[in-house]
């Protein structure tokens, strides 16, 4: 049995936990290969144009995965917490690609999540176990070894960062992103690259301890819902003290963040901000201009003082 | 003391029932944003931020329009999708603008909750009782009720009048008079009074005129400044027009777990927001034998952009064409007049083909 799982979006965030979980029942796992630009267009054209970057690039690893494997898995999640949400998109991903690869004859795998309906994640994944013919004991064994997994693996980039935080020989910029932007080859990585290029060391809104950061999060926006967004507005009071300046880098024309990042400019003061849109264009040398001014005047004004 | 005017943002013509409702609760005046201008939404898209779905320009366009008219309390709902986050954003805007108002923002409240409602609602107007509030509420309900009531017999029939404007000029002249209802008593007089001179009207409908249902997004589908009066232009041609989409159908009367038993074939979950209704709303048009479905939104809705390659299916397999529409800030009328007509000529041959 081979399952398919495309290096985009919420890989991201469950690459243990998926990986080993299928592993650990007997599967083989196939992960699509890093993004490409040619994964990027077959990707823009199944979408619909005005999808977001990060969606696009979705599309085009699903169907990188197609006839290479039994099961693509494709989740639906939905929400995590009372009075929580998050983006439709992934909420919709499921059916979406159901969908639009219709014609291809693709199979999926799905788990919903979905607590505020009482879907949690075990019972997704003892139905997915189930699917695939295991037993319950081998499906639950498989998921705590893969939850473990995933926990140990979360707290050990968290402690990586947190000695960079230490670090006080470079500039430290908080990148506010979604961490399928950040990681991906193809549209995130190269910022991330130029700017340790340029002497900073960047540091993930999007690796902190999810809990208190939700919970500083609230104390900044109270009605803001979108729980992976939450966990990243949080992550700038926590590392507030640590850190030189803030880029916003978002997915065009990402919805939760078109909101987060202008509440996050109008109410976050003291910091200098930048704001980063990717899109499809992939000329580099403006965004490196513009990166470079902004590491500049930060050096500056630090010299200053 | 003075009495506190309280605004809300154009959707429709839903601000006479939002009259009713907040002047009966908050014990205030009532300030109908002035009728949206090009301006309402290039003073809205100028403060907001870049890349936000339309709504959330027109809706700040109206605010600072009431503002300007001398509204002091400015209302927002909250809602399933990016509107839950409206209002925050909204009121710095409009704060870091100079602005001074009270703002009641219904997301930081349960609003599914009647409970929750009264205690938001005491905390502006204290002498407010269990008592008027549910009156207020439910009379609210039933003029919402009866408005979409007719605004489905509006659509589907005024593109046939003799005398062109008449069902019209009826309805303009009926919400006028429901602003002063206060009581359902009032209420259901008016609406027969008036629902017998619009049957009355007189139509010359063809047997089997041409019939085209309008699906899509919450805002963009309700308010016609949006969707540039997508629907008097259809009617004009001589179309029936349909539409599901309306306050009472998705806030009163809604039911999704129902919804999604009925296109099984098309969706196992809710894909968020209105995104089954439009779904399931295209696949019962298609069985109906429409000749054509007209999907609209906002650039970036992703709920209703999720809804699309869905609808493509629909179109396949059902072979109905469907037209599709994404309204921004910058929207020419002359090309959405083009494909419009492009559209009409389409479904006029399609029909033709058939006979």
């Not at chain 2, 027969?192 to 963009?220: A, D, H, S």
Request: aromatic share 10%; hydrophobic share 35%.
């Amino acid at each position: 049995m081979k399952i398919g799982i495309p290096r985009a979006l919420l890989y991201y965030r469950y690459h243990h936990l998926w990986e080993t979980f299928f592993q650990e029942l007997g599967c083989e796992v196939i992960i699509s290969p890093k993004t490409k630009k040619e994964m990027l267009q077959i990707g823009n054209n199944y979408a619909i144009d005005e999808a977001c970057l990060s969606y696009k690039i979705y599309l085009g690893h699903v169907e990188w995965l197609i006839d290479k494997c039994d099961y693509i898995l494709v989740p639906r999640i939905a929400t995590y917490k009372e009075r929580e949400i998050v983006c439709t998109r992934f909420q919709a991903a499921y059916d979406v690609i159901q969908n639009t690869f219709r014609d291809r004859h693709v199979k999926l795998l799905d788990y919903n999540l979905d607590v505020c309906h009482h879907q949690t994640e075990i019972n997704g994944f003892l139905e997915m176990g189930k699917k695939l013919g295991k037993k319950k004991k081998d499906i639950l064994r498989a998921y705590h070894i893969a939850k473990s997994r995933q926990d140990t693996y979360d707290q050990m980039q968290l402690k990586e960062q947190y000695q960079k935080l230490q670090d006080d020989n470079n500039l430290k910029l908080l990148i506010v992103a979604h961490p399928y932007n950040i990681y991906d080859d193809y549209i995130g990585k190269p910022i991330i690259d130029y700017l340790q290029e340029l002497g900073c060391t960047p540091i993930f809104a999007s690796l902190v301890p999810k809990e208190t950061a939700s919970n500083l999060a609230h104390q900044i926006s109270p009605t803001l819902q979108w729980t992976y967004n939450k966990e990243m507005l949080g992550a700038i009071p926590l590392y507030f003290d640590h850190i030189d300046g803030i880029i916003l880098m978002s997915s065009f024309p990402c919805g939760p963040d078109s909101l987060v990042n202008e509440m996050i400019i109008r109410r976050i003061k003291g910091k200098p901000i930048l704001t980063l849109t990717l899109d499809m264009q992939d000329g580099t040398a403006g965004r490196e201009t513009r990166l470079e001014s902004f590491v500049d005047i930060i050096r500056i004004k630090k010299e200053e003082r | 003391m003075e009495k506190s005017k309280i605004s809300f943002p154009h959707m429709g013509n839903y601000c006479v029932p939002i009259e009713v409702l907040l002047t009966m609760i908050l014990d205030c005046d009532y300030l109908t944003p002035p009728p949206m201008t090009k301006r309402t939404l290039e003073i809205g898209a100028k403060y907001s931020p870049d890349y936000v779905c339309a709504p959330f320009k027109y809706n700040l366009g109206c605010y600072i329009e009431a503002l300007e008219n001398g509204a002091d309390t400015l209302v927002q709902t909250g809602g399933v999708c990016r509107l839950s986050y409206y209002g925050e954003i909204q009121e710095q805007i409009l704060r870091d603008l100079g602005y001074e108002f009270t703002f009641i923002n219904f997301a930081d409240s349960e609003v599914t909750n009647p409970i929750s409602i009264y205690q938001k609602m005491k905390q502006y107007n204290p002498n407010l009782t269990i008592k008027t509030l549910s009156k207020a509420l439910y009379l609210a309900v039933r003029m919402v009720t009866i408005m979409d009531q007719t605004e489905n017999f509006l659509r589907e029939n005024v593109g046939f009048e003799e005398q062109p404007g008449t069902l019209d000029k009826l309805y303009e002249a009926f919400l006028q008079e429901l602003r002063s209802v206060r009581s359902v008593k009032e209420l259901k007089k008016k609406h027969k009074r008036y629902q017998k001179m619009m049957k009355q009207v007189k139509l010359k409908k063809p047997e089997n005129p041409l019939r085209v249902g309008i699906i899509g997004e919450y805002y963009t589908i309700m308010e016609p400044f949006s969707n540039h009066f997508i629907e008097k232009n259809l009617a004009q041609k001589g179309i029936v027009v349909t539409r599901h989409t309306n306050i009472s159908n998705t806030l009163f009367f809604r039911n999704p777990t129902k919804m999604l038993k009925d296109i099984p074939k098309y969706l196992k979950y809710d894909i968020g927001a209105t995104g089954i209704d439009t779904i399931r709303e295209a696949e019962k048009l298609a069985k109906m034998g429409y000749d054509g479905i007209i999907h609209v939104k906002s650039f970036g809705c992703t709920p209703e952009m999720d809804a699309m390659p869905i609808l493509e299916n629909i179109s396949h397999d059902y072979k109905i064409p469907v037209l599709y529409f994404s309204f921004d800030s910058q929207t020419a009328e002359a090309g959405i007049e083009t494909r419009l007509e492009a559209f009409y000529d389409m479904i006029v041959m399609r029909k033709e083909n058939r006979k």
